[in-house]
């Protein structure tokens, strides 16, 4: 018979037994579970590895490892006369373990995998609910009955089953397995069958919160936990200062904001490193003549420019003669992952996610101005094209990442004038890499 417990009940409160006392063989932390939020989450992840002495050398020089190759690329050296990061960047699997820590499980991150709804218009009525993975963290996103949205690691505090799928609408979460139930405020609300259990206190053992923040349409989560549990998710400032930094301004009167339609989403997956895509994303146009060549009759190459700022870079161009296109492109990289096109009445968002050192995802979702949203062959004739440029892009990509795992090369040049917003990338890598 399920146990009911009501989220004020405290059983009992007490230290976590360790794990040296749970297995014997590994050093555990001695700390309170009311304590684990995804503050010490990320912190507990690297304890529970590095404390392990089976593992603690092999972890120590694997870090080093990496933080040797983290020097093999000088940011300060001027774009002129700078190389490349080493292939190894982009090929060594401890490397990219190593890059999913301090680049993607800290800061702000724009979320999609797997997930047809990412964007607030879909989690706009409470209940809603969408679920996604990041590098190792499956998180799950909703808006709970009092209309806030929040997130939570989507993992069942029981056995650590998933907990939750896909996308759509629930009241709570049931965990398939056996059954323990969490609200959408994260509390535990029943755990079944736990008649006779001891130092078990309830509260500790609610759902780990993800701080999330909405900017515009889109749903961003950050695994540093530093916000008080009272914040506003929509709090602009805080996305706008440390995420777009100075650019926000610049976005909205480009025309990236909620009043676009959302038409739908398509996914590649690619065999290449996740900054292959991103590298070619931000060469300032420099490819387009040559493997985009249906795409570069629709732009005035000549007029080509990037700006970067803290942590985004701008390429704008003039359009030509295309409806698609329009009159001008603007094409914004958000470190580290996210770009957001905006060309004459279309907008799309490419989301590139991590799957391995040589795999990733690309999500690209689409959105049109509302009044062109029902007309059918204006859509279908400008998809066709747009996946033209992905597929080109999808064999650069690949090609690109075969010749990283070459013994013949190891480290590239710049072209100064056009590559400067995949250098302005790469310098914010290190530093993000380094600390
Ligand atoms: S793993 Fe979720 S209830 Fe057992």
Redesign the pocket.
């Known amino acids: 018979m399920a146990a009911m417990i009501g989220s004020g009940q405290t059983i009992k409160t007490g230290l976590q037994p360790t794990l040296s006392h749970q297995r014997g063989h590994c050093r555990f932390y001695q700390t309170p579970i009311s304590t684990l939020t995804t503050e010490n989450w990320r912190r507990r992840r690297s304890i529970t590895v590095a404390s392990c002495s089976l593992h603690h050398n092999s972890e120590n020089s694997l870090k080093s490892h990496c933080e040797k190759l983290v020097h093999e690329f000088d940011p300060e050296v001027p774009i002129e006369k700078a190389l490349t990061p080493p292939s190894s960047w982009y090929t060594d699997a401890s490397f990219y373990d190593f890059e999913l820590d301090r680049v993607f499980y800290r800061g702000w991150q724009a979320v999609g995998q797997f997930l047809p709804l990412r964007y607030t218009e879909q989690i706009k009525e409470p209940r809603d609910f969408f679920t996604g993975r990041l590098g190792t963290v499956e998180f799950v996103v909703c808006r709970d009955e009092k209309g806030k949205v929040q997130a939570f690691h989507n993992v069942?505090?029981?056995?650590?089953?998933i907990?939750a799928s896909g996308s759509g609408q629930k009241t709570c979460f049931v965990?398939?397995?056996?059954?323990?139930t969490y609200g959408l405020d994260g509390a535990l609300r029943k755990?079944?069958r736990i008649t006779g259990i001891q130092n078990f206190n309830v509260n500790e053992f609610g759902l780990i919160a993800i701080d999330v923040a909405v900017w515009g349409p889109f749903v961003l989560l950050n695994l540093e936990r530093k916000m008080s549990p009272d914040y506003d998710v929509g709090d602009n400032d805080l996305v706008e200062n440390e995420w777009l930094g100075s650019t926000s301004e610049l976005l909205k009167c480009g025309g990236v904001d909620t009043s676009l339609s959302y038409l739908f989403r398509r996914e590649y997956t690619i065999d290449c490193n996740w900054k292959v895509f991103c590298d070619n994303y931000l060469d300032g146009g420099y490819h387009v003549p040559y493997a985009h060549k249906g795409l570069a009759s629709g732009l005035e190459l000549d007029s080509y420019s990037t700006t970067t700022y803290e942590k985004v870079s701008i390429q704008s161009c003039a359009g030509g003669s295309t409806e698609r296109v329009g009159s001008k492109a603007l094409y914004a990289f958000i470190y580290p992952n996210f770009m957001i096109n905006r060309y004459g009445p279309w907008m799309d968002t490419n989301l590139v996610v991590p799957l391995g050192p040589r795999k990733c995802q690309v999500i690209f979702d689409y959105f049109i101005e509302p009044h062109l949203k029902d007309d059918k062959s204006f859509i279908e004739q400008s998809l066709i094209d747009s996946e033209k440029v992905q597929m080109e892009d999808i064999i650069l990509c690949d090609g690109v990442q075969r010749g990283l795992e070459s013994p013949a090369y190891c480290s590239g040049r710049y072209a100064p004038t056009v590559e400067n917003a995949m250098y302005h990338f790469h310098q914010l890598l290190h530093s993000n890499l380094c600390m």
């Open positions: 069942c505090r029981h056995h650590a089953s907990l965990c398939p397995y056996h059954g323990w755990a079944t």
